[in-house]
């Protein structure tokens, strides 16, 4: 659907944890900014900064989430062989 700008946008449904999305609902409001633009910003951030993802394997059946490596801890990679 084309805007005024003629740019276009795509709907997209993702799922929250309810207290992920409260907290992110939170911070886009304390920014001053729509809560899609805030998801559309940290996407782009993300992409512009390339920085590795890390995802640990746990234990417990918690949600998994990608976190960012501990300071001065370099990021871990399966090896290749590992299953998945």
Known sequence: MPTEKGRTFVT??????PDLLGQAKQRAE???LPFSTYVQK???KDLAA???IVFDE???PE???AEDPAPGEKPRRR???SPR
């Open 50 to 52: 390339r920085d590795p």
């Open 30 to 32: 304390r920014l001053g």
């Open 42 to 44: 940290c996407i782009e």
């Open 12 to 17: 997209q449904s993702i799922s929250f944890h």
């Open 58 to 60: 746990r234990t417990s």
């Open 79 to 81: 090896p290749a062989s």
């Open 63 to 65: 949600l998994l989430v």
